[in-house]
């Protein structure tokens, strides 16, 4: 490879970090505290593409002058290929993960060390996030879910024994991304009625001792309103 190829490839993917950043399509790859970080990366990246692309140029004379002799066979349109899905990422980025994009979740083989959660948040249905519903059925000494009407929002998903409201987590990036799910029952027809990884705000009352070993520590929500919303910007959880 060619020192003006690397050049071009360490460029092209500076400025593609630079694109995603302006356009906020970041979000679909890590976590909005890791911005920063790209930011920086994107920078350095830029800098020394720039920096060696400047020395080379001042260098070029002499250095074709002492291999002018030299006869070596280049099949440079092989290495340009290389660009093709740099350039593709910056132009056409893929959608975030969704209802079959992330790790499923792991099967527990003990049951979580139970621990006191903070309550939550006042109102007749505060919003509370699948993971967070979750943590809580499995291992909240404190109960704070018990009888309490929540909110959550999430895509659904089909499996035999009936529909889920599921979401993405990840905790650097979407490499690690992994899928938590809530299971609906009671008025869930509504819910059951739409089509796979459509995205809805969803009513209801956990039930007690549902997120077991038995079900894989997956809790089951008792329905009371379904309502479809679109998909939101950032679609991961954290």
Known sequence: MSRGTQNTLLLLVGLSAVVMVIKGTYLHFVKPSLLPWLIAAAV???ALAVASIVRDLRHAPAEDDAHSGEGHPHRPWLVWLLLVPIAL????????LGAHGATPEAVAATEPQRRPFPPLPAGRAPTVSIPDVVMRAAADSA??????????????????????????VIVCCAADAQLARVHLS??????????EDTWLQVEGTVLAGTAVASTNFIPTMAVSRVTRIDKPANTYAY
């Open 44 to 46: 350095v990246l830029i």
């Open 89 to 96: 990422t910056t132009f056409v980025v893929p959608p975030p």
């Open 143 to 168: 109960n704070s879910l018990d009888r309490r009407l929540i909110t959550i929002t999430g895509f659904t998903l089909r499996y035999p024994e009936g529909t889920d409201l599921g979401g993405v």
């Open 186 to 195: 009671g008025n869930a027809a509504e819910a059951a009625g739409y089509p």
